[in-house]
């Protein structure tokens, strides 16, 4: 079941992103109750499309368990995932994903498509709208500042 620490460990890295002028998206990657990896948006900073929170995370929690496959592990991210990132949520094996606000143009968790509902041969679970209000609210503000 979803736990609330963490996902408001992914809310103060996505609003360290909305600091930094990036869209504010935050994810952490959990086992055995421990935080072992984290990412936040970075993509204005490096100029590079793949630099979502996910990714970041995942490439993190690999290097951290030295091992390409996540088993065991639960993301945390303030954003339903895009395909992109779910793609990368399936080769990496994580058993579940909680997310924060849905996302009605890139989602794909739900928000457009449900990846997650193909004929893969993996599985996460899948935990939506968990905390989606605070999450949402970060996004709202950071786009009304652009305006």
């Known amino acids: 079941m979803p736990e609330k620490f963490f996902m408001e460990r ?29 990412g936040r948006n970075r993509r204005e900073e490096t100029q590079n499309a793949l630099h979502h929170a996910e990714i970041l995370a995942i490439d993190n929690a690999c290097f951290a368990l030295h091992n390409r496959r996540l088993a065991g592990c639960t993301m945390y991210v303030t954003l339903e995932p895009c395909p992109m990132c779910a793609g990368a949520i399936l080769n990496a094996g994580i058993d579940e994903v909680v997310f924060g606000a849905s996302d009605t ?43």
């Open 105 to 147: 143009n890139m989602g794909a968790c739900g928000g457009v498509m449900n990846i997650f509902e193909e004929a893969f041969g993996f599985k996460p679970k899948l935990y939506g709208g968990f905390m989606a209000e605070e999450s949402a609210r970060l996004l709202k503000d950071f786009f009304a500042k652009l305006r």
């Open 10 to 38: 992914a809310l103060k890295l996505a609003s360290d992103a909305a600091a930094e002028g990036e869209v504010p998206v935050g994810c952490v990657i959990v086992r055995n109750g421990i935080i072992i990896a984290e």
